[in-house]
């Protein structure tokens, strides 16, 4: 189903509607609206702006959902937000545990590399995340999450040139009490959640929240002849201290631990032509697989090492730990306030792979990769009771991996950051009506790059028992390589708003930039080349509207231009030096892109009992230049997961029953085809050009009734179906990891059941 072809319709009806619904308001005030749906349409307050502000007065285009929208919407992780939010697609990542592939307008960044940076930027608690790694957060114990769309840099900074994804976990009530949940779904999920508060005197509180998540998969092996068990096992531990050290100082203290051990259910392509084949047992119903590309003649290989081509072993398995430490330190200083924050990672992934280069050559991949990450933020915020505010500020990181790789493909690398930048942002109100606001950001950073690979002539037998050894084969290191990337980059945003009594527009210009660097892949001096930094400026222009206590209305229209896009460029092996039939792979400065688009988002309280929520985004991406190598294919290109259209129609419904509360809420959503990577011969069509991914759409039903124990307390049960309308068999997602492409199937239908209760 195309969705472009409905668009006109679509929005036109809806803007009607809309236009219609505000008119009808704006003349009877709506006074029917009831104390429960007062209650209901209390103002989202959101903290875009390093400042605590209504939504609907933030000159920025942001989406927040607060504690109980997750909860009655039933989003239980970063990546499902995806759903929701206009012009946003988000994945569980390919190769990364708690790995977040983002895309916000259509730029994106969908690969484990370190070296390489996000598009989105991601913040947990106020700490910037260096990596995409980590980030496809659990959300029990969340207070809320906010979506920034467009460059966010003057006070984000480095690579947020698509957006921002903020998100703010419950501090510590400093009360005794507790709320636990239990999930249980299809496959054998099984996951247990809970939160303990504990008060420390009259002025501090202490949070403790675990979580421990096991399920099998859900995809069927015809192989073996079951769904694989322990397909996902993940164990996370939180620490969160509060305290009001004196009248005016409070100091936040948060301690993060996560385990996850889950697989991945990713696809090897076999086949360089169309239509792609799958090995056998691991291919979604409907999808041909190929029995050749399965089985290894070098069983030897694999035997002994304990490697298997056969989907038993799981062709991707994913170790990521982490531990996290954060201190935020506010101290108010009567007219202003003084922010510290300090944020600390140490994480470790291992990915196991079992790929296959032929029918006869099987290529078991093993890559430990570790990284670190130091950031320390200083803010000071006026208090906004006059004509004049400011948000000033000075941000520095030191994050550093270094990444080992093999036992077939062998080579090991590292790069050590460091960034720091200053910055500030300030409003002026002109008057009641016009305010204008200018922000500048400016960052100096370092890469310290070197990649070893090993000589082309080392035995197998040397390669595995290299890896986790530490110890050099004989054959020593090829193509060594040392590289430093430095660069510097100002930053700016103007806006300029006029309030009115039912709400504001707003006109913006702003620019942003995603680091340059060394792709951590590279073999040789030629694909270690640093690539560049990528800039956009971005324009933009919105309304906010809440023409009634039911009803909120806002549409952002944009345009940007992309300069010096990165893109990865897999091609033959005779470029690096290697022979005719290899491959290299390296990132490029090689393209220009316009994008341009809309974004609505509303919601209306009917009545007492229900709301009604609509997001719609519109987007229209095309690449203006594409040098591959010295051949502009910017007429057959597509920005990846940049879908057209997306949108998401939902509701709830609140009523009492059987002394006490049932809501009962619906989501549908879907989003347009797209384009994808699932071939490295990306744009020879002799080989198979650029996989689109089909248009879908999503349907959620959840229903939860709440009520209180005869002792206050209350407990909360839900039953919910997610992705009721797909059957499986469909590919969400095809990537590529240089020679080897992958795809990611779609989760089927899937039900379960919640029970949570708390004091």
């Known amino acids: 189903m195309q969705f472009t072809k409905k668009l006109p319709k679509l929005v036109a009806g809806f803007a009607a509607g809309a236009f219609v619904v505000s008119m009808i308001s704006t003349h009877t005030n709506l006074s029917l609206v009831s104390e429960a749906q007062a209650q209901a349409t209390d103002e989202i307050i959101v903290t875009a702006r390093k400042r605590s502000e209504s939504i609907q007065d933030v000159p920025v285009a942001v989406s927040a959902l607060t504690a109980a929208q997750l909860q009655k919407g039933n989003i239980p992780m970063t990546q499902d937000l995806g759903k929701l939010v206009p012009n946003v697609a988000l994945h569980d990542m390919a190769y990364a545990g708690a790995g977040l592939s983002a895309s916000i307008r259509g730029l994106n960044y969908d690969d484990t590399e370190k070296s390489n940076d996000p598009a989105v930027g991601v913040t947990v608690d106020g700490v910037f995340a260096a990596n995409n790694g980590g980030v496809n957060l659990d959300l029990f114990d969340v207070e809320s999450i906010e979506v920034l769309r467009g460059p966010q840099g003057t006070l984000y900074g480095r690579n947020t040139i698509g957006g921002v994804i903020n998100i703010n976990r419950s501090k510590p009530t400093r009360e005794l009490g507790a709320k636990f949940q239990v999930g249980v779904e299809e496959d054998n999920t099984k996951d247990l959640q809970a939160v303990v508060n504990f008060p420390i005197g009259d002025r501090a509180g202490l949070k403790i929240a675990v979580r421990d998540l096991n399920a099998d998969n859900w995809m069927y092996n015809v192989t073996t002849g079951r769904n694989d068990s322990d397909f996902k096992d993940v164990q996370s531990h939180s620490i969160r201290l509060n305290a009001d050290v004196t009248d005016n100082i409070t100091v936040d203290f948060i301690y993060d631990e996560v385990d996850d051990k889950s697989q991945r259910n990713n696809l090897a392509i076999t086949s360089n032509t169309l239509p792609f084949t799958f090995c056998t047992g691991i291919a979604p119903a409907g999808i041909p697989a190929d029995p050749l590309k399965c089985a290894s003649a070098s069983a030897d290989l694999s035997a002994a090492n304990d490697y298997s081509t056969t989907y038993d072993a799981a062709p991707f398995g994913m170790t990521y730990e982490t531990e996290n430490l954060s201190l935020n330190v506010d101290i108010d200083l009567g007219n202003h306030t003084l922010k510290s924050i300090t944020g600390d990672q140490d994480s470790f992934e291992q990915m196991i792979i079992s790929s296959w280069g032929s029918p006869t050559i099987v290529f078991p991949v093993t890559r430990n990769i570790g990284f670190e990450q130091f950031s320390q933020e200083f803010q000071l915020i006026s208090d906004f009771d006059g004509p004049l505010s400011y948000v000033l500020g000075y941000y520095y990181l030191d994050a550093s991996f270094d990444q080992e790789s093999g036992p077939v493909q062998n080579f090991v690398s590292g790069q050590e950051l460091e960034a720091t930048a200053i910055f500030g942002e300030v409003s002026y109100d002109i008057d009641e009506e016009w305010s204008v606001t200018l922000g500048l950001r400016y960052t100096e950073e370092e890469k310290d790059f070197f990649v070893r690979n090993f000589a082309g002539a080392t035995a197998v037998a040397d390669k595995f028992a290299f890896q986790g050894s530490g110890t050099i084969p004989a054959a020593g290191f090829a193509n060594s390589v040392n590289e430093v990337y430095e660069d510097d980059y100002i930053q700016h945003r103007f806006i300029v708003e006029r309030n009115f009594d039912k709400g504001m527009v707003y006109a913006s210009v702003s620019n942003g930039f995603r680091s340059g660097g060394i792709f951590a892949r590279c073999t040789d001096p030629v694909t270690c080349a640093p690539f560049g930094t990528e800039e956009v400026i971005n ?198 990891a240089g020679a080897f492409a992958f795809a990611a199937p779609a989760k089927r239908q899937h039900f379960g059941m919640k029970i949570g209760y708390e004091f």
């Open 539 to 736: 324009y933009e222009a919105g309304l906010r509207l809440e023409p009634s206590d039911a009803l909120v209305f806002n549409i952002t229209a944009f345009m940007a231009d992309y300069k010096d896009k990165q893109e990865q460029v897999t091609t033959n092996g005779l470029v690096c030096g290697n022979a005719a039939s290899a491959t290299c792979t390296f990132s490029l400065n090689a393209a220009e892109v316009s994008i341009s688009g809309l974004e609505i988002e509303s919601r209306y309280y009917a009545n007492e009992n229900l709301s009604l929520n609509t997001a719609i985004g519109i987007l229209d991406s095309d690449y203006d230049s594409y040098d591959d190598g010295g051949v502009d294919i910017s007429d057959i290109a597509k920005l990846r997961m940049a879908p057209e259209v997306t949108f998401n129609f939902g509701f709830d419904y609140d009523v009492n029953l059987a002394g006490g509360d049932l809501t009962v809420s619906g989501s549908y959503s879907g989003r347009d085809s797209y384009w994808g990577q699932a071939n490295w011969k990306t744009f020879n069509f002799a080989q198979g050009p650029n996989v689109e991914v089909d248009s879908y759409e999503s349907l959620d039903l959840s229903a939860t009734f709440r009520a209180e124990t005869s002792n206050g307390n209350q407990i909360r049960v839900t039953v919910f179906g997610n992705d009721i309308l797909e059957e499986g068999g469909r590919i969400a997602r095809p990537f590529d």
